[in-house]
Nanobody
């Protein structure tokens, strides 16, 4: 199992930007997909963005045009660039790896993102 460690969370004002990083313990080159999820208090965890091994991306409607997911296979790292942040983006953000098709089976510990109004 790949181990994942997120970093880059913090407190930012509405309209600001943050970049989250997810460092993997081994090569992510052959991993089916890498994803960023988030969970706000009292809400279900939701998929925010994902990127496949072929660099195909997916974004939730709520973040399209504001967030960008990318991967650097040489650094075994996945990024989530978040711009124009809104208070409703406040959540714990988790990185996950889809080593098995259609199943995210490795998770990081999460990083808190708080957007103040």
């Amino acid at each position: 199992q790949v181990q994942l460690v997120e970093s880059g969370g913090g407190l930012v004002q509405a309209g600001g930007s943050l970049t989250l990083s997810c460092a993997a313990s081994r090569s992510i080159f052959s991993i089916n997909a890498m994803g960023w999820f988030r969970q706000a208090p009292g809400k279900q965890r939701e998929l925010v963005a994902s990127i496949s091994s072929k660099y195909r991306t997916y974004y939730a409607d709520s973040v399209k045009g504001r967030f960008t997911i990318s991967r650097d296979n040489a650094k075994n790292t996945v990024y989530l660039q978040m711009n124009s942040l809104k208070p409703e983006d406040t959540a714990v953000y988790y990185c996950a790896a889809q080593q098995t098709p259609d199943l995210y089976d490795s998770w990081g510990q999460g990083t808190q993102v708080t957007v103040s109004s």
